[in-house]
């Protein structure tokens, strides 16, 4: 049975005239013909037949590569039919700043980079000649009368700016609002350059240079001033960062110039100085007499125990009636790891994870260590009117950062007046999935398998050996705890009960990531007497004289030495930069199944879990109490 039979297909003109008068029906009067000439186009295929007993003639191969398909719109009113996805100003933005800054060195600074450190605009760009920043759109001038009146009087635009630059976190967002508030910040606020970007060995707006005596410089534009605010941060220059000698100059100068104009010290906020230690802090801060507000921030030897002792030196020799006259604004070091992937793309053998508090795993519950150190810190901070808890603070966001769990009721649970040591201790162990910071299922002896102590041990207090603090037993080594109950309460073991708190300030100040172990090795023999003596804590004019009279620079010199050749080995694959190319140490696998379950220090990779865990998505908690316990 032939085609033409069962298929009468329409004249070819008629068909023509029926796509024709769709089109317009679909798009109006305002229709035009934007296609090809209809003469062009061919008409479709006729349909399979779908009788079973109609067996079609094969089509002609000519007439199968003569069919064309209908060309594509050309105006945008042709796309009516096709979902097309709008981009937001905000996504195309940050494509063109992704596009811009790809294949960025993060060692090096490129001319495209609109800062070169915290408030600092990149002016070195092309050379130096670069007079104004690079802002891609056109400056928006503020007509409020609020805004302008009150920061065109110099005298309320320093009082407010101290009240704004309490916190980072409130300086640099209000920084941002505008370009007006850039000219606002570059006429109240000294940045003293720790790198030396324009000049051969950092900036200090000369007040490095002597006050008084014939070494004075006579010339007003060589003379040292400071602002009410300060901000020292080592900015970045095209030719990479600075070496451990630039570095530990800049550290000399910086103390010399804070000590020609220490009474005059309102506001500090220093940024990311390697070298920068408490023990030089006790030195400088005390001179501080008028000083309001101190921020310390991603200071490499700066760890998170150290909140102790920078909440000891704000209070030192201050004069009578403003013993807590200064705001402590702390933001311990946090460490990100290794880049977690390589230069093809895979993941890189030398990334374990984000520990944060450490570099590497010290095989210890750091969280449980974090939360020790705060319940000591919290009332020592509200003794001195200090805020260690608000969103804004540097401190807090360090909490939030991704290690800790349940920090807003953990923080509210220890800062209770009336406080339940039960809540305490479960959210301090929020990681546990046991639990979850459950303090009713915490408590349940009955619903957590191989606990036979149960959970009164954990509530308990004991005093540690080393902080002289009362603390949790939550905040123990469980065993530790074990051994106490085994013997009864014995003195001798009460006496080697150390808190994880110490133990992690053990753990960080005995670190050798990114030569910190030579680094505080370099600042002993600069501020302490040597064996048998001890530090420098009150004479800072004898610190300045040592300096030179021990001779620093050239061991600074040795470290650069020691960095150049980690860095030239025969054997190619072992060269690698500790300082900014660190690499962490991975657990062996054979040494995961040796306590029967891994243990391994938490870390920030892992997101807080909002659901509990079931039976079926967690190992068992009978294996994990019985043979991996801290």
């Not at 570095?247 to 390697?274: D, G, K, P, T, Y």
């Not at 005390?286 to 000891?312: S, W």
């Amino acid at each position: 049975m032939a085609r033409s039979l069962e298929f009468q297909q329409p004249p070819f003109d008629a068909q023509l005239q029926e796509i024709e008068d769709i089109r317009r029906a679909r798009y109006g009067p305002s229709y035009t013909r934007h296609t090809t000439d209809l003469v062009d186009i061919k008409p479709d295929p006729l349909p399979e037949p779908v009788l079973a007993d109609i067996k079609p003639d094969a089509l002609p191969k000519s007439d199968v590569a003569d069919i064309k398909p209908d060309p594509l719109p050309t105006s945008d009113w042709d796309f009516a039919d096709f979902r097309t996805i709008v981009k937001t100003p905000e996504l195309l933005a940050k494509e063109a700043v992704d596009k811009e800054l790809e294949g960025w060195p993060w060692k090096e600074c490129p001319q495209k980079l609109l800062t070169l450190g915290p408030f600092a605009f990149n002016y070195a760009a092309d050379g130096g000649a670069n007079t104004s920043p690079r802002f891609k759109l056109p400056q928006a001038f503020q007509t409020s009368p609020l805004l302008t009146k009150l920061f065109g009087n110099d005298v309320v635009a320093r009082t407010l700016l101290q009240m704004i630059f309490q916190n980072h976190s409130s300086a640099w967002k209000f920084w941002s609002t505008c370009q007006e508030m850039t000219h606002i910040y570059d006429s109240q606020v000294h940045l003293w350059d720790m790198t030396g970007t324009f000049e051969d060995a950092g900036y200090f707006h000369n007040c490095e240079k002597p006050r008084y005596g014939p070494g004075a410089p006579t010339d007003p534009w060589d003379q040292g001033s400071v602002s009410p605010i300060i901000v020292i941060a080592p900015f970045r220059r095209p030719s990479g960062p600075a070496s451990y000698f630039e570095q530990v100059r800049n550290v000399h100068r910086m103390s010399l110039a804070m000590s020609n104009f220490a009474e005059n010290m309102q506001n500090l906020q220093i940024h990311r100085i390697s070298f920068l230690t408490p023990q030089l802090l006790g030195l400088l801060i005390p001179k501080m007499t008028n000083l309001k507000v101190l921020g310390i921030y991603q200071c490499q030897l700066m760890h998170v125990a150290e909140i102790f002792r920078l909440l000891d030196i704000i209070k030192t020799d201050r004069p009578l009636g403003r013993e807590n006259q200064i705001s402590l604004d702390f933001f311990p070091m946090w460490h990100q790891g290794p880049v977690p992937v390589d230069d093809k793309g895979d993941r890189s053998i030398f990334f374990a994870g984000t520990y944060g508090v450490t570099w590497d795993n010290s095989d210890m519950d750091h969280c449980l260590a974090i939360w020790a150190i705060v319940m000591r810190a919290l009332p020592l901070a509200r003794a001195q009117n200090i805020d260690l808890v608000s969103k804004g603070t540097a401190f807090r966001q360090w909490l939030d950062k991704g290690l800790l769990w349940k920090v807003e009721k953990t923080l509210q649970a220890m800062l209770d007046p009336k406080p339940d040591v039960r809540v305490i201790a479960a959210l301090a162990d929020a990681r546990n999935s046991d639990h979850g910071g459950n303090w009713r299922t915490f408590t349940s002896n009955s619903r957590i398998g191989c606990r036979p102590e149960g959970y009164e041990p954990y509530v308990r207090t004991y005093r540690c050996n080393t902080c002289r603090v009362e603390n949790l037993g939550i905040f123990y080594k469980w065993h530790d705890l074990l051994e106490l109950q085994a013997f009864n309460g014995n003195n001798t073991r009460l006496a080697n009960l150390t808190c994880y708190g110490c133990k992690l300030m053990i753990i960080c100040r005995h670190e050798k990531d990114h030569y910190k172990a030579a680094k505080r090795r370099l600042m002993k023999a600069w501020l302490h007497s040597g064996p048998g003596g001890e530090w420098n804590t009150t004479d800072l004019n004898k610190a300045l004289y040592d300096f030179n009279a021990r001779d620093i620079m050239t061991k600074a010199d040795r470290m650069d030495n020691r960095r150049i050749e980690s860095m030239n080995h025969t054997n190619p694959a072992h060269n690698y930069d500790a300082e900014y190319e660190c690499r962490q140490k991975l657990i062996p696998w054979e040494q995961y199944g040796k306590h029967g379950y891994c243990r391994r220090s938490p870390t920030a990779d892992i997101p807080e879990r909002t659901a509990p865990l079931d039976e079926w998505s967690r190992h068992s908690m009978d294996n994990r109490n019985a043979h991996c316990r801290w």
